[in-house]
C-alpha cells in the first residue's frame, strides 16, 4: 500500500510556517499553500483539511493523507464566580493539562501549560505535586490558544497570553520558544510579543539562552524568596542555581527600553512576609528595572503554608512601594475552581507513575 499509514503522517500544527512550506514543496505542492493552511489552522480554529474550501478538494484529500491536524479536547469546563474560567484540555496520547481563560485583567488573558506536570516541585505549588509527566510539543502549547479562542468566540481579539499555568517553560525551552515564534506569527494568531509573559523560576543557563533571542517576550521571575537558605526551601532549584547568581543575570539581562523584569513573590505567612524580608527584597531589586507582583498564597490541601493576613500583605507591599519599587498584588483569580496561580493539578494524572524525575501600588486594598 503507497498510502502512508496514520501514525506515520506528520502533525500539521507542531509546524512553524517556514517548516510547512518546505514539507509541501517536498510534495510539488505550491510553497503559497502553506500561508493559506496555516491561516486555518492557527487564525481560524480549523481541525481538519475538509473545511478549508480555499483549498481544491484534490488538494484536501492529499494533505489528510500526508498530515494530520491534533488537536486537544477540551473535557471539562468550570466557570469561576469572578469570570475565570478554567479548562482541562485533553492531549492525543491521552494526558491532561489544564489552561485558564481571565476575562479582564484589564485585558482578556490566557494562563498557558508548557508541560504535564512540572519538574520544579516549589513547594508551596500542587502542579508541582504531580512531578514531570512530559513535556509539551509547541503545538500542544499553541493548541491551548488554537482550541480556547475557538471555544469562546474570540477571533480576532486582542489577548494576552501568560506562561503561568503547568510546567516550567524554561525547562522545555525549544519548544516553548517555537510557540512563541507560532504565536506571533502573522499568518497565525498574530499575538504581538509585548502581549506574552514568560514566567520562570530561573533555570539559569535557559535564562541566559534567552537573553540572546533575537525575538524576547516579558519576563516574569518566581523569586519567593530573599535568601538562599529560604529559597531553597521553596524553590528547590535554587539548590543549583541559586539566588545570587539568579540576580546577577536578571541585572545583565538586555531589556527593551522602557520594560522591566517583573518579580513574583508569593507571600506566605511567618515564612518570608516578615518586614526583614521586603526590606532585604528592595535591597536585591535595587538598581534594578524591576516590578514585583505580590501573590499572596493560594492555599489547598496538601499544601503545608496558610496565607498572611490582609494587613501583613499590605504592610509588605507598602515597605516595598515605600523604596521606590512598583508593586502590584495579584487578586487570586478563580480560587473556588482551583484555576488560580499554583493551583493546576488534575486528579488523574497525579496517580500516574513519573516517567523522569516609583512607589505605586496597585491593588493593595482589594
Ligand atoms: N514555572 C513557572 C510558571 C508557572 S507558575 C514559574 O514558576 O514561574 C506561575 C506562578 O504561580 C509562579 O510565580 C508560581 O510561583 C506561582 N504559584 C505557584 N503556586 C502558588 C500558590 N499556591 N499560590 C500562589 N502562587 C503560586
Given at each position: ?80 464566580s469572578d469570570g475565570t474560567i478554567k479548562f482541562a484540555l485533553q492531549l492525543t496520547d491521552g494526558h491532561q493539562i489544564e489552561s485558564v481563560f481571565i476575562p479582564e485583567t484589564p485585558r482578556k488573558t490566557f494562563c498557558l501549560s508548557t508541560q504535564v506536570g512540572c519538574a520544579m516541585q516549589c513547594t508551596f505549588c500542587l502542579t508541582g505535586k504531580m512531578g514531570i509527566i512530559r513535556n509539551l510539543s509547541a503545538g500542544e502549547i499553541v493548541g491551548q490558544v488554537r482550541v480556547l ?218
Open positions: 500500500c503507497l498510502e502512508p499509514a496514520v501514525e506515520a503522517r506528520i502533525d500539521v500544527t507542531d509546524l512553524e510556517l517556514a517548516n510547512l512550506e518546505s514539507s509541501l514543496k517536498t510534495l510539488n505542492i505550491e510553497t503559497y499553500r502553506a500561508r493559506q493552511i496555516y491561516h486555518w489552522i492557527h487564525r481560524r480554529g480549523a481541525t481538519a483539511f475538509d473545511g478549508m474550501t480555499d483549498l481544491s478538494r484534490q488538494l484536501r484529500n492529499d494533505l489528510a493523507s500526508r498530515f494530520k491536524v491534533s488537536t486537544p479536547v477540551i473535557t471539562e469546563r468550570q466557570t469561576s479562542t475557538r471555544e469562546l468566540d474570540l477571533f480576532e481579539q486582542p489577548f494576552n497570553i501568560v506562561l503561568m499555568g503547568m510546567g516550567e517553560p524554561l525547562h522545555n525551552y525549544d519548544n516553548t520558544m517555537q510557540a512563541l515564534r507560532m504565536l506571533t506569527c502573522s499568518y497565525g494568531q498574530a499575538v504581538p510579543l509585548r502581549r506574552i509573559t514568560l514566567s520562570t523560576v530561573g533555570v539559569l543557563p535557559a535564562l541566559q539562552r534567552l537573553a540572546s533571542e533575537p525575538a524576547m517576550p516579558n519576563l516574569a521571575v518566581s523569586l519567593h524568596g530573599t535568601t538562599e537558605v529560604q529559597r531553597n526551601q521553596l524553590v528547590p532549584i535554587n539548590r543549583k542555581y541559586g539566588l545570587e547568581e539568579l540576580i546577577a543575570t536578571c541585572q545583565s539581562f538586555p531589556l527593551k527600553r522602557r520594560s522591566r523584569i517583573t518579580f513574583e513573590y508569593v507571600l506566605i505567612k511567618n515564612v518570608n512576609d516578615s518586614e526583614d524580608d521586603a526590606r532585604r527584597l528592595v535591597k536585591i531589586l535595587s538598581g534594578m528595572k524591576a516590578k514585583v507582583n505580590v501573590i499572596p498564597l493560594n492555599t489547598a490541601s496538601g499544601i503545608p503554608f496558610e496565607r498572611p493576613s490582609k494587613e501583613r500583605i499590605n504592610r509588605f507591599g507598602k515597605i516595598l512601594a515605600r523604596h521606590q519599587l512598583t508593586v502590584s498584588v495579584r487578586k487570586s483569580r478563580g480560587h473556588d475552581i482551583r484555576a488560580a496561580c499554583g493551583q493546576l493539578m488534575l486528579e488523574n494524572e497525579k496517580q500516574r507513575p513519573l516517567q523522569q524525575p516609583k512607589g505605586r501600588i496597585k491593588g493593595l486594598n482589594n
